[in-house]
């Protein structure tokens, strides 16, 4: 991938795959590390899967035997010498508390590392994608803090008016213009 | 988050308009938006066509959505389109500016262009 925020579009569709009805995204940056995490609720993956998980030949879906998106991730991460890493409860184990978390860790100063891109476009794809889902997506650097909540933004709209709706997309995007212009200029 | 008072009044804006969308689509654009579409180019494609059928105001005719692999990963970024009565066209190796053209001609005026299918790529 170009850039780490088409890993984070492909990644993010596994959890509205798994059924979740809420995804966090947060990315937590240092001046020497950049810490990605999903967090989902979804019906989680058995001891299995998860063991599984990033080899390029293990895949769920049906159309072909290749599963690429969990090991570009963490190729991603690994060659910039940080780290990759997914915990998960499957909800036939842990009906109360089930999903999976994927944590990629990145040196950010590594050559290798590969830039963050158009995370906007990422996160009203997603949103039109799944426009049922709660969304959360945090991005932080210090003090400095980038965030958009789809169940603050649903609860405003109530049920009148679809969350997938292109002024409200055109809204949220404008919103993140507006809130990574001081996080970047600050 | 930016002032949910503007979110207010797209709310307020949008009522009526919305009731009269229920219902109509009869085309339907899907991009593949699988790890191999992601990785091809998919997501300027999606947004093309999703500010381009807006901004041509054809929103109360067409729907774009996503989808997963298709099947055909070595022509990504491909698109499907729906039509009632017709047959399914297929679009591959697309980018933003092919979208642009297929609005204009295809969603538009009903002219399938023809040298970006799958037909004439193999």
């Not at chain 1, 995804?23 to 001046?31: F, K, N, S």
């Amino acid at each position: 991938m170009k850039e780490l925020s088409l890993n984070i579009l492909d990644i993010a569709g596994n959890s509205v795959k798994a059924g979740a009805t809420c995804v966090q995204i947060t990315i937590t940056e240092t001046d020497e590390t950049f810490l990605l995490v999903f967090k989902d609720d979804g019906c989680g993956m058995t001891k299995e899967q998860v063991e599984n998980v990033t080899d390029p030949f293990f895949t769920t879906r049906t159309t072909r035997n290749v599963g690429l998106g969990i090991p570009f991730l963490k190729l991603a991460a690994e060659q910039t010498g940080g780290s990759f890493s997914i915990e998960s409860a499957t909800a036939r184990e842990h009906p109360e508390n089930h999903g999976t978390t994927t944590t990629a860790l990145f040196n950010k100063n590594s050559i290798d590392f590969t830039p963050l891109g158009d995370v906007i476009s990422t996160v009203t794809t997603l949103i039109m994608g799944s426009p049922g889902i709660d969304w959360r997506f945090t991005h932080t650097y210090g003090e400095k803090e980038v965030c958009i909540d789809t169940a603050e933004i649903r609860a405003v709209l109530g049920d009148g008016v679809p969350l997938d709706s292109y002024e409200v997309i055109e809204w949220i995007k404008s919103s993140l213009e507006e809130e990574y212009d001081s996080f970047y200029n600050n | 988050m930016k002032s949910l008072a503007e979110l207010q009044a797209i709310k307020d804006k949008m009522k009526n308009k919305v009731v009269l969308r229920e219902g109509t689509g009869e085309i339907r654009v899907v991009v593949g938006m699988a790890t191999c579409g992601i990785a091809a180019g998919a997501r300027p494609v999606l947004n093309a066509f999703v500010e381009g059928v807006n901004k041509e105001d054809l929103s109360d005719k067409v729907t774009v959505s996503q989808t997963g692999c298709i099947g055909i990963c070595q022509y990504e970024p491909v698109v499907e389109v729906f039509e009632a009565g017709k047959e399914k066209v297929t679009y591959v190796k697309m980018n933003a500016e092919k979208a642009a053209e297929v609005i204009e001609s295809h969603l538009k005026n009903g002219n399938v262009v023809e040298k970006y299918t799958i037909g004439a790529n193999q």
